[in-house]
C-alpha cells in the first residue's frame, strides 16, 4: 500500500500529496 503512495509522489502526480 505505502508503495503505491510513495510511486504517486515519484511519478509527480496530482493524486494524493497530501497523504505521505
Known amino acids: ?3 503505491i503512495l510513495h510511486y ?3 511519478e ?3 493524486t ?3 497523504q505521505h
Open 8 to 10: 504517486d509522489m515519484i
Open 1 to 3: 500500500e505505502n508503495f
Open 16 to 18: 494524493v500529496p497530501q
Open 12 to 14: 509527480n502526480r496530482p
